[in-house]
Nanobody, 119 residues
Framework: QVQLVESGGGLVQPGGSLRLSCVLSGGTFSYYDMGWYRQAPGKQRELVATITSAGSTNYADSVKGRSTISRDNAKDTVYLQMNSLKPEDTAVYYC?????????????WGQGTQVTVSS
């Protein structure tokens, strides 16, 4: 079964940096579009960044210029490098994987990792 295991969350001061990692197992990583979403308390889950199986990236306006999503197919891992972190970046960050094959769609979520930006 496809599983997503996240790491890299934690406490960081404003202006600091953090790199989140998400490893996919149980499937062929290179087939999947990958993404990072986040959800702050009392708010809806929102897209942070995506990277397709072909390597195309997309970013939310709120993180564009500060964050970089990348993937290493040899390691079955997607990364989210976050720089110049702000308190409003505080949220639970979720890894997401999606694969479309024929008429079917497969969607998987990680359990989330807490990112707290605070002084």
């Amino acid at each position: 079964q496809v599983q997503l295991v996240e790491s890299g969350g934690g406490l960081v001061q404003p202006g600091g940096s953090l790199r989140l990692s998400c490893v996919l197992s149980g499937g062929t990583f290179s087939y999947y579009d990958m993404g990072w979403y986040r959800q702050a308390p009392g708010k809806q889950r929102e897209l942070v960044a995506t990277i397709t199986s072909a390597g195309s990236t997309n970013y939310a306006d709120s993180v564009k210029g500060r964050s970089t999503i990348s993937r290493d197919n040899a390691k079955d891992t997607v990364y989210l490098q976050m720089n110049s972190l702000k308190p409003e970046d505080t949220a639970v960050y979720y890894c997401y994987a999606q694969r479309r094959r024929l008429v079917f769609e497969y969607d998987y979520w990680g359990q989330g990792t807490q990112v707290t930006v605070s002084s």
